[in-house]
């Protein structure tokens, strides 16, 4: 008996933590534009870089493995000065389709840079939310060429995701 009255108990308390997770506020629609085709992506994520690979644009989430900033050769300066112990990554996003404004979801923390004919642009919007399961922030750039330097850096862990798309 007290074995049903364990699994019974058990089972509520399950059950009660499954129901609170599900009802748990996130903000993944507090963001400024729709994030749900990137999220997506980022929490399917079927490709995988680490710094110094390139890759084109396609309609997936890439698991990026970073490095200690302090190891990397960025092509520009990072916009934001990376601090001691954070990592980062040097992408190239080639082949893409046309100039135009392209957005980067990023899972976590992160400083993103985008770097077009050896000059840094600066982002013509982003927005972030800390409680949305798969993205930490977007950011939009306008661009003029077809292959860009996509920099990472000041990420507090030696991994992310990213997803990479037209706005649509």
Known sequence: MLKS???ALVGILALTIGVAH???PTNCANFKWDIT???????ASTGALKSGDSFALAPKGFKVALAPDAQLHFAAPPERAPLPGRFGAILTLQG????GVYQIALANEAWIDIVENGKSLKSIDFSGQKNCPGVRKSVRFKLTDTHVILQISNAPHANTRIAVAAKP
Do not use: N, S, T, V
Request: aromatic fraction near 12%; hydrophobic fraction near 45%.
């Open 37 to 43: 085709r990137e999220r997506g992506w980022i929490l």
């Open 5 to 7: 009255w364990h699994a």
């Open 22 to 24: 599900a009802q748990a």
């Open 96 to 99: 893409l389709p046309k100039p």
